[in-house]
Nanobody, 126 residues
């Protein structure tokens, strides 16, 4: 499974941004997806996660209410929509995926994921 994260950039505090995670062919079929971020000098942390079915999601407290996670109709792309961005949201954002046969589980730990995108940098200026 190959993942391609994109959509990062330089924005101002309060702006919105949509990150995309594109999978090769139908690689997201039966795969749960997560978005993680790593700020300078900090550890990797989860931002959001979505079950394959889309029925279950998880959002980190630090961004709850400001983000949504969704999939394109063909489910080959998963989006992370972020709004009301803050300078502390500045980080490299990574998408990750793992096989989930049942389609209903949400995975929060980075060690749960087998496949990772290359990361996209989000910089929020004050």
């Amino acid at each position: 499974v190959q993942l391609q994260a994109s959509g990062g950039g330089l924005v101002q505090a309060g702006d919105s941004l949509r990150l995309s995670c594109a999978a090769s062919r139908r690689a997201f079929s039966n795969h749960a997806v997560g978005w993680f971020r790593q700020a300078p000098g900090k550890e990797l942390e989860i931002v959001a996660a979505r079950s394959w079915s889309g029925r279950n999601t998880y959002f980190a407290d630090s961004m709850k209410g400001r983000i949504t996670i969704s999939a394109a109709g063909d489910k080959n792309t998963v989006y992370l929509q972020m709004s009301s961005l803050k300078p502390e949201d500045t980080a490299v954002y990574y998408c990750a995926a793992r096989w989930d046969q049942m389609g209903s589980r949400v995975y929060r730990d980075q060690t749960d994921y087998n496949y990772w995108g290359q990361g996209t940098l989000v910089t929020v200026s004050s």
